[in-house]
Every structure is written in C-alpha cells, then in structure tokens.
Nanobody
C-alpha cells in the first residue's frame, strides 16, 4: 500500500486559484494511477480527476473540465491538482487516492482506489 498526505487547501474567493499537493510514502508511484476526489458535508464522495501511470493521460469530471489540472512528479512521489476559476460549488474536502494501474481500465469510483489520504479542506467564498 501507499501512504498519502494532502496539503494546500484553504479559504479562497470565487475566481481564485489553489494548488493541492499529495505526497506518497511506503512505495513509489510505479504502476499506480493517481486520482483526486472531493466530498462536501452530507454528500457523496465524487470523482474529480485521474492521471494514468503508463501513458500519463488524464480524465476529468465534467464539472471541473477546463478549470482543474492534475499532474504528477514521479521523482518526488507527488501528485498535484491545480484549481483555477474557483466557484462556491467547489467547496469540499479534497482527497487523493492511489490504485494499481491496469491497461484496460481507468478507475473513476472510490472503490477503484485502495490507498487514500486524510483530505484537505477547500473553501470558496462568494
């Protein structure tokens, strides 16, 4: 398993930007897809973005396309989420997650990922 720790959350005005980081330990990022999810109080944990291990290809939820960018630095065992043009609806706890990569499948559900961080709070004011 991979241990994950998120950082970079905070309070931001609508239209502003944040860069979230997720540092991994225990194992390297080799053969792992890395993802971000978010969860608001009383709501389900929703998919945000994923980056593939082999190809580096990225996939995004429709609600964040064009505003969020996921990236990874394998040498630093770190994954990032650049968040631009923030909206109040983006307010949530943001989690990073890791899952074993398979060539035929790209996970977008929480059950597809076995390792999770503790989360970092993002709050967007109107």
């Amino acid at each position: 398993q991979v241990q994950l720790v998120e950082s970079g959350g905070g309070l931001v005005q609508a239209g502003g930007s944040l860069r979230l980081s997720c540092a991994a330990s225990g194992r390297t990022f080799s053969n792992y897809d890395m993802s971000w999810f978010r969860q608001a109080p009383g709501k389900e944990r929703d998919f945000v973005a994923v980056i593939r291990w082999g190809s580096g290809r990225t996939y995004y939820a429709d609600s964040v396309k064009g505003r969020f960018t996921i990236s990874r630095d394998n040498a630093k065992n770190t994954v990032y989420l650049q968040i631009n043009s923030l909206k109040p609806e983006d307010t949530a706890v943001y989690y990073c997650a890791a899952g074993r990569s398979v060539y035929y499948f790209t996970g977008t559900s929480p059950a597809d990922f076995g390792s999770w961080g503790q989360g970092t709070q993002v709050t967007v004011s109107a």
